[in-house]
C-alpha cells in the first residue's frame, strides 16, 4: 500500500514539473498577408510603378534589366543595368512623353550570381542584387536576378523567398486585391528626374 502511494506521490511530482503545454508557451504566429497573383509594386526610391506576378513556382525574384554590365568599385562587385519603361508602358503618364523615350540607369552591388540552365540554350549566368520594392503599401527587400523579360507580361516576378520571408500567401484566383497603394511617380516626373541626374 505504501508503495503505491509513494508512487502515485512520484507521478503527481514529475507531472507538475513537465512544462506547460507548446500550444500556451508558444507565440502566436501571425496571420499571413493575402495577395493576388498580380499586383502592382513601386521599385526601390525611384517611384517607378511596375507589374509583379507572384510566382510560387520561382524560388528567387526577378526584374526585367537590359544591358547588364559588371564593374568594379570600391573593390567590391557591382552591376549596372538599364530598365527601358517602353517594354511594358506601365507608368502612369499624364502628359505627350512616350514611354519608349524613358530607359531608367541602375547600379547596384553584387549580392551573389546564378547560373541558369537552360533547355535546348546554353547556361546563363545571371546577377542578384539586393533591392527594396513597395507593395500593398508596405516597404521590403529581396533578392532579384536580372534577366530581359522584355517578352514576358511581368517586368517583375516575387518568388518564394519574399512570401516566406515576408509571410505572404497567395489567392491564384484573383489580382490587384492588396487594399494599400504606393506612392509612385508618373511618367513625366521620371523623365524630368533622369534630365536633372543627367544634367
Given at each position: ?101 524613358v530607359i531608367l540607369e541602375f547600379e547596384r552591388p553584387v549580392y ?33 536576378s536580372l534577366t530581359d523579360r522584355g517578352k514576358f507580361s511581368y ?45
Amino acid at each position: 500500500m505504501r508503495s503505491a502511494v509513494l508512487l502515485l506521490t512520484l507521478t503527481s511530482l514529475i507531472f507538475s514539473a513537465l512544462p506547460a503545454s507548446a500550444e500556451s508557451t508558444e507565440e502566436a504566429t501571425p496571420e499571413p498577408e493575402v495577395m493576388g497573383f498580380v499586383e502592382w509594386v513601386v521599385m526601390g526610391e525611384t517611384g517607378i510603378r511596375l507589374k509583379a506576378r507572384l510566382d510560387t513556382g520561382a524560388k528567387t525574384s526577378s526584374l526585367h534589366a537590359v544591358n547588364v554590365e559588371p564593374f568594379e568599385k570600391d573593390n567590391e562587385e557591382w552591376v549596372r543595368f538599364q530598365l527601358p519603361l517602353g517594354d511594358h508602358k506601365d507608368q502612369p503618364s499624364e502628359g505627350d512623353i512616350d514611354h519608349e523615350d524613358v530607359i531608367l540607369e541602375f547600379e547596384r552591388p553584387v549580392y551573389r550570381t546564378v547560373l541558369i540552365k537552360r533547355k535546348g540554350a546554353p547556361s546563363q549566368r545571371r546577377y542578384v542584387i539586393k533591392m527594396d520594392f513597395c507593395i500593398g503599401g508596405k516597404t521590403h527587400e529581396t533578392q532579384f536576378s536580372l534577366t530581359d523579360r522584355g517578352k514576358f507580361s511581368y517586368p517583375v516576378l516575387l518568388g518564394r523567398r519574399f512570401m516566406r520571408d515576408d509571410n505572404i500567401l497567395i489567392d491564384s484566383g484573383r489580382s490587384f486585391i492588396v487594399e494599400n497603394e504606393c506612392e509612385y511617380s508618373t511618367l513625366e516626373e521620371l523623365a524630368e528626374s533622369k534630365k536633372a541626374l543627367a544634367g
